[in-house]
């Protein structure tokens, strides 16, 4: 750890400098011109003010339902849920389907504010959206980033979680163990983790958003069939002034090569002890997955100390609720059961 703190020291004072994304004001148009009023997506908006944020999110389904709370992935965005959202709204859910910070419309109220991506922020953004909702419990659901989110709220604050569906189990980091490695076959796919560490990896998230977005797409998910509307629509998402510093702190910091945000220093301590899930869950994995290998779930087991189903599910890859939303929608279903 004295090593790590030592090469820490050495990168943060780094200063990059960089160009921001632009800002297109008429949200209707893609990144290529698309007009994506043609393109079907998740809305109306609302938007709802927390401590840190201006939270853009989508809602459906009864006031007085069971609420979920789907939470998207990187480099997608809530249109991941088009049909989860629906499906489970019909089924009399409450569904919220919120932006994460810096995507989309989500914006920081001070600029002044840490711009964030780690763990304990993502799952601190969900109680805060609660908060301002009036929610005092929900169901968290979500993949990547957002089932990161729901793992840290799951684990630090079960008395508002009623259940749990994550893709890829149990996503809490454990940062103790930063700098080991993965096997290659696996690192590979994490190349943006290395790139995201350099100036030229900045710019090239600034500069190539989208295309950046369609190498990992296809690697994450190899047998998805996306289409160039779908890409389109989510690459507005990354037209927010603050993504690339967001995503870029993200992969940074957990590899300890950026300081967290001292605000969070309490809650990553408590990750740091890699807490259990003590909620009902529901975790899946896509056997087309990319970058994740499926597994049965008993590598994972020992973090889920309440009930838990574990399935593995077919012709899915790493953007499960898209590719394969019947199975993601049943697994809310069934977490509202256990």
């Avoid at 600034?206 to 069939?225: D, G, I, M, Q, Y």
């Amino acid at each position: 750890m004295i090593l790590h703190r030592l090469f820490i020291v050495g990168l943060t004072g780094f200063v990059i400098a960089r160009s921001p994304i632009e800002v297109r004001s008429n949200t209707t148009e893609g990144v290529n011109g698309t007009n994506l009023d043609l393109i079907p997506r998740l809305e109306p908006l609302s938007y709802v003010k927390t401590d840190l944020l201006n939270i853009a999110y989508y809602e459906a389904g009864p006031p007085d339902g069971q609420v979920v709370i789907l939470l998207h992935g990187w480099p997608y965005d809530i249109n991941s849920y088009i049909d989860v959202a629906p499906d489970l709204a019909s089924d009399g859910f409450r569904v919220i389907v919120p932006y994460l910070r810096a995507y989309g419309p989500t914006t920081f109220v001070d600029p002044g504010t840490f711009r964030s991506g780690q763990q304990a922020a993502l799952g601190a953004d969900i109680i805060a959206l609660m908060d301002a909702l009036s929610i005092p419990k929900a169901i968290f659901a979500g993949y990547d980033w957002g089932g990161r989110g729901a793992c840290v709220a799951a684990a630090l604050w079960p008395e508002r979680c009623s259940g749990l569906v994550s893709v890829n189990s149990y996503l809490i980091q454990d940062l103790s163990i930063a700098w080991v490695p993965l096997v290659p076959a696996i690192e590979a796919g994490f190349w943006y983790f290395y790139y995201f560490l350099t100036p030229r990896g900045v710019a090239g998230l600034t500069e190539n958003f989208k295309e950046l977005a369609r190498v990992v797409w296809t690697k994450n998910s190899p047998v998805w069939n996306f289409t160039e509307s779908d890409l389109d629509r989510a690459a507005t998402t990354y037209n927010n002034p603050d993504y690339v510093d967001v995503v870029v702190h993200c992969y940074r910091v957990r590899l300890l090569y950026a300081p967290a945000d001292p605000r969070y220093a309490e809650l990553e301590a408590q990750l740091l002890l890699q807490p259990p899930i003590t909620v009902p869950a529901v975790t899946l994995d896509g056997l087309e997955d990319g970058n994740f290998p499926a597994t049965n779930g008993s590598s994972s087991a020992k973090y889920f100390t309440g009930p838990r189903v574990h399935h593995e599910v077919p012709g899915a890859g790493h953007n499960l609720p898209q590719e394969q939303p019947t199975a993601f929608a049943d697994a809310v279903r069934e977490v509202a059961t256990l």
